[in-house]
T-cell receptor, first 113, second 112 residues
Framework: EDKVVQSPLSLVVHEGDTVTLNCSYE??????LLWYKQEKKAPTFLFML????IEKKSGRLSSILDKKELFSILNITATQTGDSAVYLC?????????????FGKGTKLSVIP | EAGVTQFPSHSVIEKGQTVTLRCDPI?????LYWYRRVMGKEIKFLLH????????ESGMPNNRFLAERTGGTYSTLKVQPAELEDSGVYFC??????????FGSGTRLTVV
């Protein structure tokens, strides 16, 4: 059974800090890893990673995948209060259930002024 | 483009009652998914429709849960009879292909 473990579960930082969120996974036939941001309601898509070592970047957010060590990190630089959210990591395998996503529990990030 | 819409946003029912959740996907999205998050746990897959057909229902917890997608448009998820452990947030998502998942805001179900 596919498994995703995120750490830490919760994090409180001050505005301007840089944070690194971790996601490790076990999946039978890896296809992709996805990061989502969930503020109050719907999870919104951030990144999809399929290849090791290639950084995806969007503004102050970036993410990278290590398929050998089976983990990904999500970095947020110069954090703002608007970054406060639950960050979800999910994996998709390439087997029969390839449309399914397997999620971790999420990291709750709180950015205080 | 309108997003994925779920109704109601919150439902409180008594144990043994029936509840029906509705999801309206993004227009033109053939794929529709239901997921559930029970408190303290991960978001878990329930099932996947392609148009009106159930492609994968491996995550449905038991036969008290019935999902339908008549006509390949909106979908309903019925829980009958509801049990306390069914409480959680039920998310719907839709996609045109395997990559572009869009989630709805979820229905928070509380069974008392």
């Amino acid at each position: 059974e596919d498994k995703v473990v995120q750490s830490p579960l919760s994090l409180v930082v001050h505005e301007g800090d840089t944070v690194t969120l971790n996601c490790s996974y076990e999946v039978t036939n890896f296809r992709s890893l996805l990061w989502y941001k969930q503020e109050k309601k719907a999870p919104t898509f951030l990144f999809m990673l399929t290849s090791s070592g290639i950084e995806k970047k969007s503004g102050r957010l970036s993410s990278i995948l290590d398929k050998k060590e089976l983990f990904s990190i999500l970095n947020i630089t110069a954090t703002q209060t608007g970054d406060s959210a639950v960050y979800l990591c999910a994996v998709r395998d390439s087997g029969a259930g390839s449309y399914q996503l397997t999620f971790g529990k999420g990291t709750k990030l709180s950015v205080i002024p | 483009e309108a997003g994925v819409t779920q109704f109601p946003s919150h439902s409180v029912i008594e144990k043994g009652q029936t509840v029906t959740l509705r999801c309206d996907p993004i227009s033109g999205h053939d794929n529709l998914y239901w997921y559930r998050r029970v408190m303290g746990k991960e978001i878990k897959f329930l099932l996947h429709f392609v148009k009106e057909s159930k492609q994968d229902e491996s995550g449905m917890p038991n036969n008290r849960f019935l999902a339908e997608r008549t006509g390949g448009t909106y979908s309903t998820l019925k829980v009958q009879p509801a049990e306390l452990e069914d409480s959680g947030v039920y998310f719907c998502a839709s996609s045109q292909d395997i990559y572009g998942y869009t989630f709805g805001s979820g229905t928070r179900l509380t069974v008392v």
